[in-house]
């Protein structure tokens, strides 16, 4: 043990551990390591990915299809880019207010509660 602590502490003077271990005590976060623009790249892929996703085969992308064939495709990409922009930009602004108010806890329970009421709710009740 004590040859082990002492090939540490030489890495250590050397230079060797600089890019830490968890051994050594020297561990580094990654996102530390990182520089703004890297985990910039990483929030931007993150959340195309995840609308792109969300947003695949919806209503409104058919909708918009549907525009893009009876109308300039061209004035409708723009249109469709600024109103999903607008759309979006809303939901982050008042998702960080609400945020600011509500635990994720409470969020997640009423969003569990009321998932469960509309189970219910399509499994007793006939339709009309």
Not at 22 to 43: L, R
Not at 77 to 86: E, N, R, S, W
Request: charged fraction near 20%.
């Amino acid at each position: 043990l004590a040859e082990v602590e002492e090939e540490l502490i030489n890495k250590k003077d050397e230079g060797e551990g600089d890019g830490g271990d968890a051994e050594s005590g020297n561990a580094v976060n990654k996102s530390q390591s990182q520089g703004p623009e890297a985990i910039a790249t990483g929030i931007l892929t993150q959340a195309f990915t995840l609308t792109f996703l969300a947003e695949w085969g919806d209503r409104s992308q058919i909708a918009t299809i549907a525009l893009a064939a009876a109308k300039n495709p061209y004035g409708v990409t723009l249109g469709g880019v600024i109103g999903h922009a607008l759309c979006t930009g809303i939901a982050v602004v008042g998702g960080r207010m609400l945020a600011a108010r509500i635990s994720e806890k409470t969020v997640a329970t009423v969003g569990g509660i009321t998932f469960l009421i509309f189970a219910f709710y399509s499994f007793f009740v006939e339709e009309a």
